[in-house]
C-alpha cells in the first residue's frame, strides 16, 4: 500500500521500549518456521543502531528512546549471574553513537532497562550494582514473568516459571531493586495480572511498568477470544490502576501473542483499521490511569509483526486525537521521561 503522510510530525515522542539483537544464529539452529512470534521477526534478525535509526526517522519526531532487555549479547565470559551486565555495555555502546552528536539532537537508548535474575535473592543485589557500573544509562530491569499452561502460547523462548511473581525468593531479589532507587517493567499476558497486582500492592513504593497493556491474547489455545476475555482483562487493568507505583505502556497489540491484526507479518494493514482494533484497550488504559502514567511504545521490532514503524505511531495518533497538548506531551514523551529519568530530552525539540 502507499506510504501514509505522517500525523503531527512536530510530536516529540520518546520511544521507552524497543530492542536490539542478532537472532541469526538462533534462527540458523531452529527448524523453520516453530513458531508466529519468531516466525514475524526473520526480516528483523538483525536489529541494531542502523535499523533502530533508520526506523525511528521515518518522519515522525523520535527525540530520544529506551532500551528493553531481551536476552542479547550476554558476555559468555561471566557467570551466569552476571552474563547480563553484557548487554547493557553492549547497549552502551549504541547509547554512546547516538550521543556523539554525528545524528543530531537524536537520542537513542538514553535510558536503559537490561536484566537481572530476581529469583537469587539478596545476591541480585550484586548483579545490580555490576549493571550500574556497566552503565550510567542503566535505569532498571525487566524480569519477565509470562507463562500459560499451553507450551505453543508463548513457544520454546519465553517460558517463565508459574507464579514466578509471587515466589519468595524472587521477592527477595525484587527488594533490592528500591534500595538502588531501580524501575521494574513486568511482562506477563492477560490472565496473569493478577500476579502483577499482588506484586504491585506488596510493594507500594516500588516503580513499575507493565508492559503491552498487559498482552491480551489471541494466539494458540487463545485464538478468537479476544472479545471473550476483554471485560476480565479491563477489570484488571483498573486494579493495576488503583496502584500509584505503576505505569502502563501502550503497544505490544501488534505482536503475534496478540495478533492485531492476525494477517502479520507485515500485513500493510493502514493506521486508520489499527488504530479502530487497538482503541478499546489503548482507551480502556488511558482511562484507567490518566496520561501521567501512560505511555505509547513502540516494542519494535517485535510490533513489526501488524504494522511499519511509522504507521504504527500514525495508529497511535488517530487514537488520541481529540486529545489535549498536554495529554499527547503526557502520553507521547512526558511519562516515559517521568519513569525512566529523560526529562533533559524534552528540553531538545
Not at 544464529?25 to 528483523?44: E, G, K, M, R
Not at 533502530?52 to 557467570?79: Q, S
Not at 537508548?109 to 541480585?124: E, M, P, Q, T, Y
Request: charged residues 20%; hydrophobic residues 40%; contains cysteine.
Amino acid at each position: 500500500m502507499p506510504a501514509e503522510d505522517i500525523l503531527e510530525p512536530d510530536l516529540p515522542i520518546i520511544d521507552p521500549h524497543h530492542h536490539l539483537w542478532d537472532l541469526r544464529p538462533l534462527l540458523a539452529a531452529s527448524p523453520q518456521p516453530y513458531h508466529p512470534f519468531i516466525d514475524a521477526l526473520v526480516d528483523a534478525a538483525y536489529y541494531t543502531f542502523d535499523q533502530l535509526h533508520a526506523d525511528t526517522h521515518t518522519g515522525h519526531n523520535v527525540v530520544g528512546t529506551v532500551f528493553m532487555e531481551c536476552g542479547a549479547f550476554y558476555d559468555a565470559a561471566r557467570d551466569d549471574a552476571t552474563k547480563p551486565v553484557g548487554e547493557v555495555e553492549f547497549v552502551n555502546g549504541v547509547a554512546a553513537q547516538g550521543a556523539s552528536g554525528l545524528y543530531g539532537n537524536y537520542r537513542p537508548c538514553a535510558s536503559i532497562v537490561g536484566h537481572a535474575d530476581l529469583r537469587l535473592g539478596a545476591k541480585a543485589g550484586d548483579v545490580l550494582d555490576a549493571l550500574m557500573v556497566a552503565s550510567p544509562r542503566f535505569v532498571g530491569i525487566r524480569h519477565a514473568g509470562a507463562w500459560d499452561s499451553d507450551p505453543e502460547t508463548l513457544g520454546p523462548p519465553f517460558h517463565h516459571p508459574e507464579g514466578l511473581y509471587r515466589d519468595s525468593a524472587f521477592r527477595e531479589g525484587f527488594a533490592e531493586l528500591g534500595k538502588r532507587g531501580l524501575t521494574f517493567d513486568a511482562w506477563v499476558l492477560e490472565p496473569q495480572l493478577g500476579d502483577v497486582l499482588d506484586l504491585a500492592r506488596a510493594f507500594p513504593e516500588q516503580t513499575m511498568v507493565l508492559d503491552h497493556c498487559g498482552t491480551p491474547l489471541n494466539i494458540g489455545r487463545w485464538k478468537g477470544s479476544l472479545g471473550d476475555h476483554f471485560g476480565r482483562w479491563r477489570d484488571s487493568i483498573q486494579a493495576l490502576a488503583e496502584c500509584p507505583n505503576v505505569s502502563v505502556k501502550l503497544g505490544g497489540l501488534a505482536m503475534a501473542f496478540c495478533m492485531m491484526p492476525e494477517e502479520g507479518p507485515a500485513a500493510g494493514i493502514g493506521s486508520d483499521k489499527l488504530a479502530e482494533m487497538w482503541r478499546p484497550y489503548i482507551e480502556t488504559c488511558i482511562e484507567a490511569f490518566g496520561t501521567s502514567r501512560a505511555m505509547f511504545e513502540s516494542n519494535y521490532p517485535v510490533d513489526q509483526w501488524g504494522a511499519s514503524y511509522p504507521v504504527l505511531w500514525n495508529a497511535f495518533k488517530r487514537i488520541t486525537a481529540g486529545a489535549s497538548d498536554t495529554e499527547k506531551h503526557q502520553l507521547y514523551a512526558g511519562t516515559a521521561a517521568n519513569v525512566y529519568r529523560l526529562e533533559h530530552l524534552l528540553d531538545v525539540r
